[in-house]
């Protein structure tokens, strides 16, 4: 069973920068899609970043382009959130979720087979 651990979340200004973390243990980490979603009180799930499992390729939504970065270090079973310019329309619980039967990027939270127990991040104004 593939178990995803989430961390780094907190309490920062607007502007500033935050990085998440997600270990993954109990699969082979290496071969799978990676993602991250982020959910807001009274919103749904909705799709921030994927990284393919080489991490060759990546994808961000419009709304984090050119803020987040999703990077993934496959020797240490890690997949990172570099979040910078943080607004407070990013306050959200953020997850981390993993594919592990695609060989490319998938964006619906419905592709992923494993999810972790959310981190928050609040950003004030």
């Known amino acids: 069973q593939v178990q995803l651990v989430e961390s780094g979340g907190g309490l920062v200004q607007a502007g500033d920068s935050l990085r998440l973390s997600c270990a993954a243990s109990g699969g082979t980490f290496s071969t799978y899609t990676m993602g991250w979603f982020r959910q807001a009180p009274g919103k749904e799930r909705e799709f921030v970043a994927a990284?393919?499992?080489?991490?060759?390729?990546?994808y961000s939504a419009p709304s984090v382009k050119g803020r987040f970065t999703i990077s993934r270090d496959n020797a240490k079973n890690t997949v990172y959130l570099q979040m910078n310019s943080l607004k407070p329309e990013d306050t959200a619980v953020y997850y981390c979720?993993?594919?592990?039967?695609?060989?490319?990027?998938?964006?619906?939270?419905?592709?992923?087979?494993?999810w972790g127990q959310g981190t928050q991040v609040t950003v004030s104004s």
């Open positions: 979720a993993a594919n592990p039967i695609a060989n490319t990027i998938v964006v619906l939270t419905t592709s992923y087979h494993y």
């Open positions: 990284i393919s499992w080489s991490g060759g390729t990546t």
